[in-house]
């Protein structure tokens, strides 16, 4: 008898918790866009992997900061040894844009989910390759 009170005793546990994991799955924020009025908004360190062409298998990690005045430095570390890359960002349509030294170009959304917020990169390098990133603040 005692065997079956604890078996149960068990299943109610992880009934439990699979409710309760169930019911905070559902009630997550939903990511949402957050227009970029000011550089201060986005002032910081943000890093973060650079997804490229499909037929890349890896991927180069990303760091960027930006100063409340709009300037930027950025570092990736790439298997073949580390790029950089500084400038001034402009503000067009609620997200920021960039013009790298060597000529690409891009631009980036903030987008916002309960207490996380993350940066959606999406730039051209100067050979004409789009390269995405999904980046958070420094440290998350």
Do not use: Y
Not at 67 to 72: L, N, V
Not at 82 to 107: D, K, N, W, Y
């Amino acid at each position: 008898m005692r065997g079956a009170r604890v078996v149960r005793g068990w299943s109610l546990i992880l009934l439990t918790g699979w409710l309760v994991a169930c019911a905070s799955e559902t009630s997550r924020t939903p990511a949402v866009t957050v227009p970029i009025t000011d550089f201060k908004s986005v002032a910081g360190v943000w890093e973060g992997a650079w997804e490229g062409p499909t037929d890349r298998t890896d991927s180069d990690w990303l760091k960027l900061t930006i100063r409340p005045d709009g300037r930027w430095e950025a570092e990736s570390f790439r298997m073949i040894g580390v790029f950089r890359s500084s400038g001034q960002l402009t503000l067009a349509g609620g997200m920021i844009t960039f013009q790298g030294e060597r000529g690409g170009t891009g631009s980036a959304s903030l987008v916002e989910s309960g207490n996380k917020r993350w940066l959606n990169l999406q730039a051209v390098t100067s050979r004409g390759v789009h390269v995405t990133a999904r980046m958070t603040p420094s440290g998350n």
